[in-house]
């Protein structure tokens, strides 16, 4: 991420459902000042003993406004694996959207429903997991938060997620081919 996105040291990072911080120790071996946010106490409080602070919430409007008082904003923020248990999905997005500096970047990873439906994945559609996403109705929710997908690729983690990377609308990165690329391709098979 630092390396493909030109995220220079010092630069603050804030990782949403952080859990033990692990994702965040990479980045503070890199030079980042780095941000954990996870509701789920016990592992929040490892997660401050590991040298990782840890604001110890969800993420909500008034979390990020407290956060970037406190913090500043965030050149990037990630999101793993934490949409698909969101109870309200624009709060949260809006929450990140707000948290970004004007160059920031948003890195995600998600349950590709496109992958559920190929494959057959129907041990991943359980309780917990209250949406599934795919790349065309992702870049139309993250344009209505004030975001837009500028890099998307599927991985095989989970029986099949995406990555994606979205910046603030009208950022200074170009928007990737591959993005087009995979709402095609969903456009092609239904």
Do not use: W
């Amino acid at each position: 991420i630092c390396r493909n996105y030109d995220i220079e040291q010092n630069s603050f990072v804030i990782d949403v459902g952080s859990n033990d911080g692990t994702l965040l120790k990479g980045f503070k071996k890199q030079g980042m000042r780095v941000l954990g946010i996870d509701p789920a106490e016990t592992i929040a409080t490892e997660s401050i003993a590991g040298g990782i602070p840890t604001v110890i919430d969800f993420l909500t409007y008034e979390s990020a406004q407290a956060i970037t008082e406190e913090h500043g904003k965030a050149q990037v923020v990630c999101c793993f694996n934490t949409f698909a248990h969101a109870d309200d999905l624009t709060q949260l997005a809006g929450s990140i959207e707000s948290l970004l500096s004007p160059e920031g970047i948003f890195v995600f990873e998600v349950s590709y429903l496109v992958s559920i439906i190929e494959e057959m994945l129907i041990g991943t559609i359980i309780h917990e997991h209250l949406s599934h996403h795919s790349v065309k109705p992702m870049a139309q929710f993250l344009k209505k938060n004030g975001m837009e997908l500028i890099h998307v690729e599927r991985n095989r983690l989970q029986g099949g997620s995406l990555i994606g990377v979205a910046q603030k609308t009208g950022g200074r990165r170009e928007v990737q081919p591959c993005v087009a690329e995979f709402i095609q391709y969903e456009i092609d098979n239904g």
